[in-house]
């Protein structure tokens, strides 16, 4: 059994930064690719950032490109999502996520991820 916890969510200015972090149990960690989804209250949830197992590829939803940031530190079995220029319609809960074996092309979607962490909330506002 795979356990993430995410920690690093808080209440920011707009224009703030926060980093989130979601660390992960097991041995395999390093094997897997990994992403962040958001579900905003009343919404539904969407992909935000994935990274492959290496680190070596990453993919952003058009949102958030070139504000946020996806990584990973394997020796610590941890991935990070580091979240710039916040925006009041970044207020959401961040979950991370570990893509199911063999689905790492389909990363964008949610079916494709097969364990999921809390959430931790972020608030951007004013």
């Known amino acids: 059994q795979v356990q993430l916890v995410e920690s690093g969510g808080g209440s920011v200015q707009p224009g703030g930064s926060l980093r989130l972090s979601c660390a992960a149990s097991?041995?395999?960690?390093?094997?897997?690719?990994m992403g962040w989804f958001r579900q905003a209250s009343g919404k539904e949830r969407e992909f935000v950032a994935a990274i492959n197992w290496s680190g070596g590829s990453t993919y952003y939803a058009d949102s958030v490109k070139g504000r946020f940031t996806i990584s990973r530190d394997n020796a610590k079995n941890t991935v990070y999502l580091q979240l710039n220029s916040l925006k009041p319609e970044d207020t959401a809960v961040y979950y991370c996520a570990r893509v199911r074996g063999g689905s790492w092309w389909r990363y964008s979607i949610q079916d494709a991820y097969d364990y999921w962490g809390q959430g931790t909330q972020v608030t951007v506002s004013a």
């Open positions: 097991g041995r395999t960690f390093s094997t897997y690719a």
